[in-house]
């Protein structure tokens, strides 16, 4: 059997991310994907993520910050130019569940420049924001673009330059702790034994942990975004137009223009439920209903909706990241990103690699640790 220091289940960003720095601190690393890499039925393809260190939580603002110095490092490590900064606004409604005081206290406390803006100051700054009265605006200066898809594959380049094997179309399944340390990892192309494994397979998480009478409460579902295709795509150039997010009841968030004339938009949580094997890729049309309408209204000049791309949420309890070993498993480090992770890969993976290989973090990542999500598995 094929003995390696540690291995990796899903090659989406978090996984990709992890065997890439297991692979740069010099661990023998194997990782399997069960799709071809690059795939479209996670949630990792596409080409732009928001990067952001506007929460309203102070622990998830201080692991952005150690993002930001993980993806600058990154992109000297790889040549690649991976993220582009154009300003972040995020709109909050004065009389909907979030609070603009929470993010600029935890934007505060982490010394994170940002302004909070009036209606008539960001129609003053970004005239192709029509906002109303009532919502207040939290302004970050470090919000941006990721480059999704450049991204992963640039960590899939580099982890194997650096030692990693990599094993696309090879389906995990199963996991099997050893007496005295390790796991055994069964794939449908044999077996490989492990000092520690990180699974980081989203939505198929529960297959692998159910058996070890263990599940992590998920809800998955398909979500969508769209193109739009404004008259004045200038007027949208990430020079002009800023990353964005309206936080509220239903949450939309968009991007300037990106690599083509068109502006990408999307409801946040679509609430379209279903299983990986029940996913249709079918975009919902009531959900484009509804964020064409939210555009017309809030981005007049947004255009009309060119296409629609579907990918797949697996959102833990109050979307709360698990990162971290599992207390009956001490050797199974697990990944779950809860829909908003993009922005934290870099980090996320080091994390990742450090616990795989016994290390102290670099990053306090105590707040994401998986005792508090767990449940027993019926």
Not at 201 to 208: C, K, P
Not at 287 to 297: M, P, S
Request: overall charge negative; charged content about 20%; proline content about 7%.
């Amino acid at each position: 059997m094929e003995e390696f220091d540690v291995a990796v289940v899903g090659l989406g960003a978090l996984g990709s991310a992890a065997a890439y720095h297991l692979a740069r601190l010099g661990a023998r690393v194997v990782a399997f994907e069960q799709y071809e890499l690059g795939h479209v039925r996670g949630a990792s393809h596409d080409t732009s993520r928001i990067v952001r260190t506007s929460y309203g939580a102070a622990a998830y603002v201080r692991f952005a910050q150690a993002a930001y110095r993980e993806w600058a490092a990154l992109e000297v490590a790889t040549g690649e130019r991976l993220l582009t900064v154009t300003g972040g606004v995020v709109f909050i409604p004065d009389d909907g569940p979030y609070d603009a005081d929470d993010f600029a206290r935890s934007l505060a406390e982490s010394d994170v420049p940002f302004e909070l803006l009036d209606p008539d100051a960001v129609r003053s700054r970004w005239p192709q924001f029509a906002i109303p009265a009532g919502v207040t605006t939290v302004f970050t200066p470090d919000s941006g673009i990721a480059h999704a898809a450049r991204t992963v594959a640039a960590l899939h380049i580099h982890a194997r330059v650096l030692g990693a094997d990599l094993r696309d179309r090879t389906r995990v399944e199963g996991l099997m702790p050893v007496d005295g340390g390790g796991v055994v990892v069964t794939t449908d192309a044999g077996q490989v034994r492990a000092r520690r494994v990180v699974v980081a397979a989203d939505a198929w998480t529960n297959t692998l942990l159910e058996p070890l009478g263990i599940r992590i409460p998920l809800e998955v579902m398909q979500e969508q975004v769209t193109y739009f295709a404004p008259g004045e795509p200038g007027a949208f150039d990430p020079s002009r137009f800023p990353v964005w997010i309206w936080e509220d009841e239903q949450c939309f968030y968009g991007f300037p223009t990106y690599g083509e004339p068109t502006v990408k938009a999307a409801r946040d949580v679509s609430e379209n439920l279903m299983t990986p094997a029940e996913r249709t890729f079918v975009p919902s049309g009531e959900r484009l209903g509804e964020l064409t309408a939210f555009l017309g209204a809030v981005i007049p000049g947004s255009g009309p909706a060119l296409r629609t791309v579907t990918c797949q949420y697996a959102l833990t309890p109050d979307r709360r990241f698990v990162l971290g070993p599992l207390v009956e498993h001490p050797d199974v480090v697990v990944a779950l990103g809860a829909g908003h992770a993009f922005k934290f890969t870099p980090a996320f993976g080091l994390a990742l690699a450090e616990l795989a290989t016994g290390r102290p973090t670099t990053d306090d990542v105590s707040a994401f640790a998986v005792d508090a999500t767990v449940v027993p598995a019926m």
